[in-house]
């Protein structure tokens, strides 16, 4: 949409890949394709010659909150992720990067990484195959797909081959427009082990085995030297020497329990800051980070106190 107007441009899907006509560029996926015009502005044009900017894309409707969807993510990324792991019948679901509108299961196996794919066609859900229609199962969501599969611990593509499908690969990602359905769907009871536990209380679990296995790739020696403990809350949340927060020109110490953030997009000057809450012998420290660092806008994510006080107020109420 531009100047009020719609302005609809066709795209062909050949055996080469996806290209808008004779002449122009063939690229092997749609978001290929997307990812380059949106980049160079100026070979997208009208009939008239005038520029077709893509600037704001519309994202389409999620086909399900469960965490087993990661979205449009490659192929080279899936292998990455199921193969960082050792069990057999791990799996996940992403978008088609042949097919809009398709998905695959990508399913870890003995050898190697095996992909089913999945159509949506007049609201029902099956693999794609070439069997009979009466032979196909047929399902009224994405989800009802994946755990009629997951609790038979079976699924056979329409080539005859059988995989197990053991455990769902989880991701965390979602659109921010979704987040009161996200918010809605981790505040209900899910049925674990351990009795019954929200969804909020499982990703939390999951952010600290994520937090252990970054361990490995980073240090924490500054948090961990005996002069620096007194000035972390928790002993297991530290951050990290790459990255940490770092005091100029202080006298009292370098160190405060603070990471820079920075944003994976290149020319952005933007930059973050994550850190705990000042205890009652840090408050200077952390005023001082504000200070050096030039911070614009303090965001408080944690009460002063939950269940026991974690915060000494910072500010006059």
Known sequence: RANGEITHIRIQRTNDGFD????????????????HYRQNVGELREKNNDVIELAVPILAQMPTLEKYYHGPISHSQTESILNACDQVGLFLVRDSETIPGDYVICVKTQNDI??????????????????????????????????????????????????????????????????????????KLVATQHG????????????????????????????????????????????YDETRVILKNYLITDY??????????????????????PLIGTINDFWYMVQQDMVKSIVMITRETEGMK????????
């Not at 939390?204 to 972390?232: I, P, V, W």
């Not at 974690?310 to 109420?317: G, M």
């Open 256 to 277: 405060i329990n603070a990471n820079h953030i920075r944003p994976p997009i290149e020319n952005i000057g933007r930059g973050y800051i994550a850190a705990q809450g």
């Open 114 to 187: 095996a992909n089913i794919k999945i159509k949506c066609l007049n609201g029902e859900w099956f693999l794609d195959g070439k069997g009979r229609r009466e032979q196909i199962d047929r399902f009224k969501s994405l989800d009802e797909l994946i755990h009629f599969y997951l609790k038979h611990n079976i699924l056979v593509a329409t080539n005859g081959t059988a995989f197990r499908l053991v455990e769902p690969c989880t991701a965390n990602w979602f659109h921010a427009r979704d987040i009161h359905q996200r918010c809605e769907h981790l505040s």
């Open 310 to 317: 974690v915060l000494h107020l910072f500010f006059e109420n």
């Open 20 to 35: 808008l006509g004779e002449r122009q560029e063939c690229f092997s996926t749609l978001y290929d394709m997307i990812e």
């Open 196 to 239: 019954h536990r929200t969804g909020f209380s499982l990703e939390f679990e999951l952010l600290n085995q994520q937090s252990e296995c970054k361990s490995l790739m980073y240090h924490k020696r500054h948090g961990e030297k005996a002069d620096n403990r007194t000035r972390n809350r928790f002993k297991n949340i530290l951050p």
